[in-house]
């Protein structure tokens, strides 16, 4: 028997070992299976991060020549797990829905209540932010959105509660804290209003007693009753003309101080003389109830109490917003009477402090962070209903089909998996709810992608220059990154000065050292632009050392190639004779030799040199983006354009302002000796259309450029031939291709509805279409041929500027600390500086530092004439696009605005600020 047991014992802790090993079995088992998962969750993040680091280095290189590629998408989204699936787009900021019912007003549409109430609840959020400010309480803002974002997140997630519902609480909340405070300060204003009209009685009862009750007792009329009407306010002591009068009436109460005088004479006048009036500005306390006291006691004392003077007098005191008070008839109850009032004034202060204590504790709750962010509570709750209001903003661009929203949005092609990462943590946090669907669609032909591009903080400033303008077409080339370098040269052209240049590239490079600092002081406007003023500084600088001038002085840097031949005996005019002889085979290693600037003929040196400089940038900046359209047209494909309209616009240019230059740098690096004159290039290019070419003669005598006068002629006249063609190219050859091309589509279709139509047809809509490019080309070949002179022409402004500001320089230095220095007198020389340093300050730092940024401006776009109503505006936008991007910059796109809380709730900070 015992054995028995023993064995069925043993079974057991057999079968004990064995349920254990196949526990354990399963354990390891779903333990390998979970970091098998976990490990593939592990790659494919890895995979993801990999592939978004790739997109991230790949665009940021090329983003900014062409905008990124978008996709777009349609989104089916199931009702209950709309607010989520939105929630979580907005934070990964890439997709920009389109709106499906533009037809429909927004007091139609699905979530207009949704809005309505936030926007109610940011009212009274508006009114109590307005209340703190009135108590002086110090808000603090959330200056970092994207960490209120996730403190909010990890908050709304520990609430355990769906995330849309939290919007309950910050109704119930504010609804709560606006009425509490809306009850606690309109008991604090009846309180301070009693207080201040108890203030009054008791400054009227001690004037009325000190001024009339005791000077009848005094004269012995204590036993004549008075007869107070009323009260009024303020103003002089006066001797009391009616003190023995057997009866007076009077009005007592008081008036704004300032309105003292004018009560007094109105008082005359309507009483001819007959009263007597006393004022007296009351003593106010400078208290913490005080907001601004500014009155006076009136008492007006007259005989006889006839029911109309009472009445001409009451609205005497009604006209001047008088608070009228009466008085005890009894001359011995004046003093209990002023102690009672004592006593309410003392009570009224008690409840006023109370109140104010009561509503300061309620603000104060409203100040301290509760979220778990660095700013105030009222401020994690505004951004919160923000957030809530654009996200339902959002929603209301989706159509309602039954139990689900439909939409559409554009996304960047690279960023698809963020989406589908988003949607996935909606379907992991919240496993119960329908699946929703994203599929890529092909693009509608009538929607133009919008045109997004990636800038940091330095490129962001010059993006926003060309923005400004208009946003460039989706996938062409963007002025943009062009810009980042051409606009502070151009600049640099017109402002170069090696101090100027210096001083604005070291303030510029001072702003990018504070950084953000600067967002909390008076030069927070500049913080965006720092890295522009210290690229303009830069290439102002570098322009300086080309022309070799510091505040209008040339530096002898390399020592100078020029020397001075004295000739002995010789004086001219007082002065010893000498000339300027070069040194042989030397040539000064960087900018203008300093000799120059001492040169009798030093302004038209500069004059000549800067103006052909100006035209040859201009020319070479308008080759660029003539070469730019072409890269667009090979790009979308447009080899027509590219062929009839590119290629005679390269080869118009070229073959004529292009060969202007030519001349001018062949003219430069020429030596024309005696026997050849030089040519001049403006008649050079006068005879290039008027005389076929001819070289230009001075006194009969030909000016060739180069040797051969007749070698010269055949080119000029080639390419005078060459340029009169590009024109009709330009002009027809378009607009035929289209036609030609249409004309069969066209005939086809009139062949097979020839015997259903009548006679009477209306005019084909492809001559219409026609009708339309051929104008259109007409406009765009006038543009471009009268546009090449015209913006030629325009870029001599960086010659005018430049001059204007060198000889600016030059003047302020000579007449301040130049006449000092001729004349060696210390005191003037440092005057002289302090003046020359306040006068380049203000005008060439300032104004004329304001005015080449304008101009530069001005040669990367032009402002258009919105209101324009008789042109299309798309014409005259073109007729208006200037210099370097009229050649291949449409400007006719539209900026990628992500549905992004970051962007709106920055937006929403800034909105606040500007109130």
């Not at 939409?407 to 909606?426: M, N, S």
Request: aromatic share 12%; hydrophobic share 40%.
């Amino acid at each position: 028997m015992r054995q028995k047991v023993q064995r069925i014992q043993i079974k057991q802790k057999i079968k004990i070992k064995q349920n254990q090993e196949i526990k354990n079995i399963k354990n390891y088992q779903a333990k390998q299976r979970g970091n098998k998962q976990t490990i593939n969750q592990a790659k494919q993040q890895n995979k993801e991060d990999r592939k978004q680091k790739k997109y991230k280095k790949t665009t940021e290189k090329m983003s900014l020549l062409r905008s990124d590629k978008m996709a777009y998408y349609n989104i089916v989204i199931p009702r209950e797990s709309a607010w989520e699936v939105l929630n979580q787009l907005g934070q990964v900021q890439v997709v920009q829905f389109e709106d499906q019912n533009a037809h429909e007003s927004h007091m139609s549409r699905v979530f207009t209540p949704q809005i309505k109430r936030a926007e109610d609840i940011l009212n009274q959020i508006h009114i109590i932010h307005n209340l703190m400010v009135a108590k002086q309480k110090e808000v603090t803002k959330c200056d970092n959105i994207q960490a209120y974002l996730d403190v909010l997140e990890v908050y709304l997630r520990g609430r355990e509660k769906a995330y849309h519902t939290f919007i309950d609480d910050v109704e119930s909340q504010v609804k709560d804290a606006f009425a509490k405070l809306n009850e606690q300060t309109f008991t604090l204003e009846s309180l301070t209003s009693k207080y201040y009209s108890l203030i009054e009685y008791s400054n009227v009862l001690r004037k009325f007693k000190e001024k009339v009750v005791d000077q009848r007792i005094m004269s012995g009329l204590d036993n004549i009753a008075i007869n107070p009407l009323e009260l009024a306010e303020e103003g002089k002591e006066e001797e009391n003309p009616l003190a023995s009068a057997s009866k007076l009436f009077y009005i007592t109460g008081t008036i704004n101080k300032e309105d003292t005088l004018r009560f007094k004479k109105i008082i005359f006048r309507t009483t001819k003389g007959n009263s007597w009036v006393f004022t007296s500005e009351i003593p106010y306390d400078q208290g913490e109830f005080k907001e601004g006291f500014q009155k006076s006691v009136f008492i007006v004392a007259f005989s006889g109490g006839s029911g109309v003077l009472k009445s001409k007098l009451n609205r005497v005191c009604d006209s001047f917003n008088a608070s009228k008070y009466s008085m005890p008839r009894d001359p011995n109850g004046y003093n209990s009477k002023f102690l009672e009032i004592q006593q309410q004034i003392s009570d009224t202060r008690q409840l006023m402090r109370l109140t104010e204590n009561a509503l300061n504790n309620v603000l104060d709750e409203w100040i301290q962070p509760r979220i778990g962010n660095q700013c105030s509570y009222i401020e994690e709750l505004r951004l919160f209903v923000v957030k809530e209001k654009y996200i339902y903003t959002n929603m209301n661009m989706l159509t309602v089909k039954s139990a689900v929203f439909g939409g559409y949005f554009w996304c960047p092609e690279e960023q698809d998996h963020a989406v589908l990462k988003a949607i996935d943590k909606v379907r992991t946090n919240n496993p119960n709810i329908g699946m929703t669907e994203v599929k890529k669609q092909e693009r509608p032909s009538h929607l133009e992608p919008p045109t997004h591009f990636r800038t940091n903080d330095v490129t962001a400033p010059f993006q926003e220059i060309v923005n400004t303008y208009g946003i460039p077409r989706y996938r062409e080339v963007n002025p943009g990154l062009f810009c980042i370098s051409m606009f502070p040269l151009k600049f640099g052209i017109m402002f170069g000065d090696i101090g100027h240049g210096g001083a604005l590239f070291a303030f510029g490079a001072w702003l990018v050292y504070k950084g953000k600092e600067l967002l909390n002081t008076p030069l927070a406007a500049l913080f965006p632009a720092r890295y522009l003023l210290a690229l303009m500084g830069l290439f102002a600088f570098y322009c300086g050392l080309i022309y070799n001038d510091f505040l209008a002085l040339p530096i002898n840097l390399f020592g100078s190639c020029y020397y001075n031949v004295h000739h002995d005996g010789e004086v001219h005019e007082g002065q010893a004779h000498y000339t300027i002889e070069k040194h042989e085979n030397c040539v000064y290693p960087l900018g203008f030799d300093p000799k120059w600037y001492i040169s009798n003929n030093e302004l038209n040196f500069f004059n000549s040199f800067k103006m052909k400089f100006a035209v040859i940038f201009g020319v070479a900046q308008m080759s660029w983006g003539i070469f730019l359209k072409g890269l667009n047209c090979i790009h979308f494909d447009l080899w027509v354009d590219l062929i009839f309209e590119w290629l005679p616009q390269m080869v118009f240019l070229l073959s004529t302002f292009g060969y202007m230059c030519f001349m001018i740098i062949f003219k430069w690096v020429s030596q024309y000796e005696e026997g050849y004159l030089a040519p001049s290039i403006i008649n050079q290019m006068i005879n290039l259309p008027l005389k076929m070419g001819q070289v230009s003669t001075f006194n009969g005598t030909p000016t060739p450029l180069f040797n051969d006068s007749k070698f010269q002629e055949e080119l000029q006249y080639n390419l005078l031939i060459i340029s009169v063609a590009c024109v009709p190219i330009m002009l027809l050859i378009k607009p035929l291709f289209f036609l030609l091309k249409k004309k069969p589509q066209h005939q086809e279709v009139h062949d097979e509805s020839e015997p259903l139509l009548q006679s009477h047809a209306p005019p084909s809509h492809d001559d219409h279409d026609f009708n339309e490019v051929f104008v259109h080309q007409v406009i765009e070949t006038i543009e471009f041929v009268l546009g090449s002179v015209s913006n030629t022409a325009s870029y001599l402004r960086l010659w005018a500027l430049s001059l204007a500001h060198g000889q600016l320089a030059k003047v302020f230095f000579e007449k301040t600390i130049g006449g000092g220095i001729v004349g060696g007198s210390a005191l003037q020389i440092i005057i002289g500086w302090f003046l020359f340093l306040n006068i380049s300050f203000a005008v060439l730092m300032c104004m004329d530092l304001m005015e080449c940024f304008l101009h530069a401006l001005r040669l990367q776009w032009q402002l258009l004439l919105q209101n324009f109503v008789l042109i299309d505006y798309q014409i005259l936008k073109n007729l208006f696009r200037v210099e370097f991007q009229t050649k291949f910059y449409k400007a006719d796109g539209y900026k990628f605005e992500p549905f992004s809380f970051v962007d709106a709730l920055n937006r929403a900070n800034e909105a606040e600020q500007a109130k």
